[in-house]
C-alpha cells in the first residue's frame, strides 16, 4: 500500500522508494506537485518577489539617498543588505518542501533583485556621460558571464559534497532465470542540493559584503570631493553673453 492507498493518484503516479512521486518532484523535496500548479507557483513567486523587489529598491535607494546622512553611499548600503536577506532565503529554497520553498523564493526575490537598480543609479551619478553606456555594457556583461557560466562549478561542487552522502536502494526484476535481488549504490540528490545552496547562496552573501564594504571608502571620497570643490569664475568673460550680442 502507498500513503494508504493501493495505487498512487494521477498527480504524482509513480512509485518511489514507496512513495507516490511526479515527474515535477525535485529530487531533494518530499512532496510531489503538479505541473499546473507548479508553473503558477513559481510565477506567482517570482512576480511578487523579483519585480516587486525592483521597484521596492528604487524607492528606497532614492530616499536613503536624498533623505540620509549617507548620500550616493546610502543606494549601495540598501544593496548590500537586500543581498543579505536574500542568502538564506535562496538556501530555503532548495532545503524546503512545497509550498515553503515558493515563499522562499519570492521573499528571495524581494531582496536579491535590489541591487540592479541601485548599481545602474550609482554609475550613472558617479560616471562620465560619454562613458556611461560603455561602463554599463560591461557591468551588464559581467551579470551575464557569472550567470551563465556558473553552472560550471556545479560538477566541480558536487564531488566534494556526495563523498559525505552515500546510500543504496533494493529492487525486485523478474526474468527467465526467476527474481533476482539487486542492490544498487547511489549517493542520492544531497550532494547535489548543498551543492546549490552553498554556489547561490553564497554567492548572493559574497556580494552582499562587498556592496557593504564599498559603503565607507564612497562616504570618504564624495567628502573628499565636496571639500575640495571651489566654484571658479571665468577669466575670459563670455562673448556670447547677451550683454555682448550687438544690436
Known sequence: PLNGEDFCDTNSPYCINGECKSLSDT??????????????????ATVCGSVVGCLFGGVLGDYMSSKTSFGLSGR????????????????????LDFPYCFICLALGGLGGEIYYGQTLAV?????????FTMTCSFYLSFLI???????????????????HFSYTYTFVSSGSTGEQTNVVPT??????????CCLVGGSYAIAGVLFLCCVPPMQRDIERMKSRSTIIEPIIPNQFSVSNLPE
Open 76 to 95: 549601495l548600503l540598501v544593496g548590500g543588505i537586500g543581498l543579505l536577506f536574500a542568502a538564506p532565503m535562496y538556501v530555503l529554497v532548495f532545503t
Open 27 to 44: 529530487p531533494w523535496h518530499n512532496k510531489g506537485m503538479d505541473h499546473t500548479k507548479f508553473e503558477i507557483a513559481f510565477a506567482v
Open 145 to 163: 558571464c557569472c550567470g551563465s557560466n556558473g553552472t560550471i562549478l556545479v560538477p566541480l561542487v558536487r564531488q566534494s559534497f556526495e563523498k
Open 187 to 196: 549517493h542520492g540528490s544531497d550532494g547535489f542540493m548543498w551543492t546549490l
Open 123 to 131: 554609475l550613472a551619478e558617479m560616471v562620465p556621460q560619454k562613458l
